[in-house]
């Protein structure tokens, strides 16, 4: 079975800090792994994605992760916060390299101050 | 192109009621995903269909709750004799294929289920 930890359920940084979201996952197969972010009252909006080519991928917004299997890690980062990146952060994890059954950690609210 | 259209966007129902939740899949995709959020918690995966098929609904709950793809219109989750557990968001989204890595699943906004 697979699963997902976001440690975290909360994170504060100050405008133009780093952003560091973290993302841990058990998979007995090569997982594929997404980074999600959902604004208040909307749906989700893919990030990014991980799907065996690189190990550190480059997503929308100014954000990557890097895949690390010695550390079943798969953290985000942004290297200077925007007001609008305040939002939720959801990390998942699948076994297929399409979007079919994806399993979610719980999110991290990131919140941004001036 | 219009994304994925869910409504109604909130839907209020009293215990025991039924509740139907709608969700039109982009244009071209022939795949949809339902996934639950409860309060402070992640989404959960609960059926995938494809036209008129329930490929994986092994996150369904066993009663009360039931999906469908017709061939024509959109994806049905319905939810019968709701209870106050049942509030939640509900999520839908849609693909084009699957099995491909340049493949997206597209979210829709969601219903948000509120059980009085």
């Known amino acids: 079975a697979q699963s997902v930890t976001q440690l975290g359920s909360h994170v504060s940084v100050s405008e133009g800090a780093l952003v560091l979201l973290r993302c841990n996952y058990s998979?007995?197969?090569?997982?594929?792994l997404f980074w999600y972010v959902q604004y208040p009252n909307q749906g989700l909006q893919l990030l990014l994605k991980?799907?065996?080519?690189?190990?550190l991928v480059k997503g929308i917004n100014g954000f990557e992760a890097e895949f690390k299997k010695s550390e079943t890690s798969f953290h985000l980062t942004k290297p200077s916060a925007h007001m609008s990146d305040a939002a939720e952060y959801f990390c998942?994890?699948?076994?297929?390299?399409?979007?079919?059954?994806?399993?979610f950690g719980t999110g991290t609210r990131l919140l941004v101050s001036p | 192109n219009a994304g994925v259209m869910q409504n109604p966007r909130h839907l209020v129902r009293r215990r025991g009621q039924e509740a139907r939740l709608r969700c039109s899949p982009m244009?071209?995709?022939?795949?949809v995903y339902w996934y639950r959020q409860l309060p402070e918690e992640g989404l959960k995966f609960m059926v995938y269909?494809?036209?008129?098929?329930?490929?994986?609904e092994s996150g369904m709950p066993k009663e009360r709750f039931s999906a469908e793809f017709p061939k024509e219109g959109p994806s049905i989750l319905r939810i019968q004799q709701v209870v106050r557990g049942d509030s939640a968001a509900y999520f839908c989204?849609?693909?084009?294929?699957?099995?491909?890595?340049?493949?997206?699943?597209?979210f829709g906004q969601g219903t948000r289920l509120t059980v009085v």
């Open positions: 998942a994890v699948s076994d297929q390299a399409g979007f079919q059954k994806l399993v």
């Open positions: 998979s007995s197969v090569p997982p594929y």
């Open positions: 989204a849609s693909s084009p294929s699957q099995g491909r890595t340049n493949t997206e699943a597209f």
């Open positions: 244009k071209g995709h022939s795949h």
């Open positions: 269909l494809q036209k008129e098929n329930i490929i994986d």
């Open positions: 991980y799907t065996s080519a690189a190990t």
